[in-house]
């Protein structure tokens, strides 16, 4: 389902409300018009989150997985993978903290 936004002169009235039920695992099917607008064609195709606490909400963009330099060796790419089944996710401060302790594993 989708909402015109007109909150006040002082927002942006070109964004829409668009609507996704939340199944019974927990899990919402993307409408298409985000699928279209971020480019997501394909089964597994990334899309990240981006939390913001304070004002208790996210933002969805489309990720891709680009090594940067050196290639990751086989077990290097299963921790990474392992990172996503971690029950309780794992929080970081800053994109810096992320990385640093990526290269702990």
Do not use: C, H
Request: aromatic share 6%; hydrophobic share 35%; glycine share 10%.
């Amino acid at each position: 389902m989708e909402y015109l936004l007109s909150e006040s002169k002082e927002r942006r009235t070109d964004m829409r409300w668009l609507t996704a039920t939340l199944g019974p695992k927990g899990q919402i099917t993307l409408p298409k018009k985000i699928r279209v607008t971020l480019g997501l064609k394909e089964k597994g195709d990334l899309v990240g989150f981006v939390l913001d606490e304070k004002e208790n909400s996210i933002r969805l963009t489309r990720m891709e997985i680009k090594p940067a330099g050196e290639e990751y060796t086989e077990e290097e790419v299963k921790k990474l993978l392992g990172l996503s089944k971690v029950k309780g996710g794992k929080k970081f401060e800053s994109g810096e903290a992320f990385l640093k302790y990526i290269d702990r594993l």
